[in-house]
């Protein structure tokens, strides 16, 4: 099939041609197309049939370029192809949290997926105040489950090295070593800053050497530890929820890549969302308090419950398949030690690349609409202050802090819960 860009126009008849959307549609000459992509990079449609709504998918297609910047910035379709790989994994360990599959061409670079229309992207619904009491279950469950699988302590090295080549995903990767771990770092064309920016603002991110070092370790970690299969864009905007089900969309960035590094993005994210609601919980008309409490909790709980089922996902796989190198006396020991050195690398990481996550949402390119649309500037300013302070303690000390809690004490301590 050759690749053409699909329209509201042209998705009928597009689906018509496929045969399993026999199965879900009643009746392929009553559909209605809705374009809801306002996605960075690609174009997304919902299809409805016109008398039975209940009866929808959602067609996501990539095209050749990137749509946040538009077609002078040229970017392969072949993302769709990362995509449609990370999902057929993530839907093997973890289907709870994955969006059913229905068809997928690497020819068209789309896929057509379970529509989640009783859920929202959690972007919009934190903006919006609400309480997600099962999101730390089930996104420490997504981490552990689907990366576990994909490390060196559970596949043999041939079978390890064989996926990472089929994950190699350059593009991409430059996306995130550009726009996360060098640009906002220095006074780039791609940086976007708002009018109440001082020049004194730009210099504590531009100009700070042990920040600048210990970004560039962040940047270097990203670029050579293939430790698993990640998710690669693991933010609270690729995350469809309500209040009992929890779905991940969007692994275009699937990579191998360090750990820390989807977990980190989640929990940024949350730290993100913890500074603007200093501001938007009296702009909702509320106090502070139990919404910020709420989020930082979930941070807790997120990397408390992670570093628990990742250790628990090992210690299963060493029950069923023992290695002779942990059989000598003391041996239960040794692996235990194995397994917390290597989790208190990953904590080290998640930090790190947290704080990255967070100080590329201020300058860089793409912003989070959670502060972005914060309306006063000289408010929005504030909170950035907030995310920068924070984020940097964070990169620069990230092998100081012993627990999850300390990290929650520091947001706290910048910005109390009030
Ligand atoms: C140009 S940067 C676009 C961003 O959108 C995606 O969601 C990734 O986070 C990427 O960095
Ligand atoms: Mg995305």
């Not at 275009?252 to 989807?262: K, V």
Request: hydrophobic share 40%; aromatic share 12%; with cysteine.
């Amino acid at each position: 099939m050759e690749y053409r860009q699909l329209s509201p126009e042209t998705v009928p008849g597009f689906l018509k041609d496929i045969p399993s959307m026999q199965k879900i549609f009643s009746d392929l000459d009553d559909l209605e197309v809705e374009e809801v992509g306002d996605g960075n990079l690609n174009f997304v449609y919902k299809v409805r049939q016109r008398k039975n709504p209940e009866q929808t998918v959602v067609i996501k297609q990539a095209v050749p370029f990137l749509r946040i910047v538009g077609e002078s910035w040229p970017l392969s379709r072949t993302r769709m192809n990362f995509e449609i790989q990370a999902l057929e994994h993530h839907t093997k360990y973890c289907p709870q949290h994955v969006p059913q599959i229905y068809y997928s061409s690497t020819d068209m670079s789309l896929v057509v997926m379970q529509n989640l229309n009783r859920h929202e992207v959690l972007r919009g619904e934190m903006i919006l105040g609400k309480i997600f009491p099962k999101l730390a279950e089930h996104i420490s469950s997504f981490l552990a489950n689907t990366i576990f699988p994909t490390t060196d302590w559970c596949l043999t090295g041939g079978e390890k090295k064989a996926m990472v080549g089929r994950f190699i995903n350059p593009e991409l990767c430059k996306i995130t070593e550009d726009f996360v771990l060098t640009n906002p770092y220095e006074d780039h064309e791609t940086n976007v800053y708002h009018d109440e920016v001082t020049q004194a603002d730009k210099d504590y991110l531009q100009q700070d050497s042990q920040l600048k070092v210990a970004v560039a370790e962040m940047k270097y970690i990203f670029m050579n530890h293939s430790e698993a299969l990640l998710h690669g864009d693991l933010h609270i905007g690729s995350i469809m929820a309500n209040e009992k089900e929890t779905y991940v969309i969007d692994p275009e960035f699937a990579f191998f890549g360090p750990i820390g590094f989807d977990v980190g993005a989640f929990i940024g994210n949350l730290f993100l969302a913890y500074y603007a609601h200093e501001i938007r919980q009296p702009m909702l008309g509320r106090e502070p308090f139990e919404y910020r409490n709420w989020i930082l909790q979930t941070a807790e709980e997120t990397w408390n419950k992670f570093q628990s089922k990742f250790e628990a996902n090992w210690v299963a796989h060493e029950q069923n398949f023992p290695h002779s190198y942990w059989s000598y006396p003391e041996g239960r020991i040794g692996f235990a030690l194995q397994r917390q050195r290597f989790l208190r690398h990953i904590f080290e990481d998640t930090i790190g690349f947290a704080a990255c996550k967070m100080m590329r949402r201020i300058y860089g390119l793409a912003k989070v609409a959670d502060i972005a649309e914060i309306p006063d500037l000289k408010t929005r300013l504030d909170v950035e202050r907030s995310v920068m302070r924070m984020a940097k303690g964070m990169v620069k000390q990230r092998s100081a802090f012993r627990s999850i809690e300390e990290l929650t004490a520091l947001a706290q301590e910048i910005s109390p819960l009030r």
